[in-house]
């Protein structure tokens, strides 16, 4: 079975220091792996996702994450935070097949000082 | 372009009165359809996923139930809601295998 672990239930940067939330899976196959963002009242956006191509995926918003099959990790980095990155972020895996469904992290918190 | 819809945004029910969430899916048929939980403090829930007209499948047990009358029209229902109801509902949509695009949310409370 398919699970994701978000070491981290709240993190707190400082604008414009780089950003960190940390995602490991487990998958008895080759997965397929997704960061979502939601802010505050809002819906989710998906951040970027990952099919078993590049292992560095690049999304919206200036994020990336890295496929290590190696370490299980999935992480989502940033550069550079802006005020604007302030907001929840959730990866996730997917089960694949005809009903795709998706398993969620518990979510990490992301705080962005000024 | 696809598009997806739920309303209410927000609603305050009393415990003990039924409930009825609607999503409505555009641009698209056949879509997978899904609704979700997010409790406060919590990552999100699979509560039902539909992949066709009538056919519900339901994740885990509880005081809410699905139907998909019409292709892309998925309704979240209760009849007597409680207070573990209240939270923040998703309603998603993908074709098989593909990226989901959640709807904007509706935020339950039951008080």
């Known amino acids: 079975a398919q699970s994701v672990t978000q070491l981290d239930s709240h993190v707190s940067v400082s604008e414009g220091t780089p950003v960190l939330l940390r995602c490991n899976y487990s998958?008895?196959?080759?997965?397929?792996l997704f960061w979502y963002v939601q802010h505050p009242n809002k819906g989710l956006q998906l951040l970027l996702k990952y099919t078993s191509a590049a292992t560095l995926v690049k999304g919206i918003n200036g994020f990336e994450a890295e496929f290590k099959k190696s370490e299980t990790s999935f992480h989502l980095t940033k550069p550079s935070a802006h005020m604007s990155d302030a907001a929840e972020y959730f990866c996730?895996?997917?089960?694949?097949?005809?009903?795709?469904?998706?398993?969620f992290g518990t979510g990490t918190l992301l705080a962005v000082q000024p | 372009s696809q598009t997806i819809h739920q309303w209410p945004a927000t609603l305050v029910q009393p415990v003990g009165s039924p409930l009825s969430l609607e999503c409505t899916v555009e641009?698209?048929?056949?879509?997978?359809l899904y609704w979700y939980r997010q409790a406060a403090g919590r990552g999100l829930q699979l509560l039902f996923y539909s992949v066709g007209i009538g056919q519900i499948s339901s994740e885990v047990p509880q005081n809410l139930s699905a139907s998909r009358p019409q292709d892309r029209q998925f309704i979240l229902s209760s009849k007597k809601l409680l207070l573990s109801d209240s939270g923040f509902y998703l309603c998603?949509?993908?074709?098989?295998?593909?990226?989901?695009?959640f709807g904007p949310g509706t935020r339950l409370l039951v008080l």
């Open positions: 998603a949509w993908s074709r098989t295998s593909g990226v989901k695009v």
């Open positions: 996730v895996v997917s089960t694949g097949g005809a009903t795709n469904k998706l398993i």
């Open positions: 998958s008895s196959y080759s997965p397929s």
């Open positions: 641009g698209t048929s056949n879509p997978n």
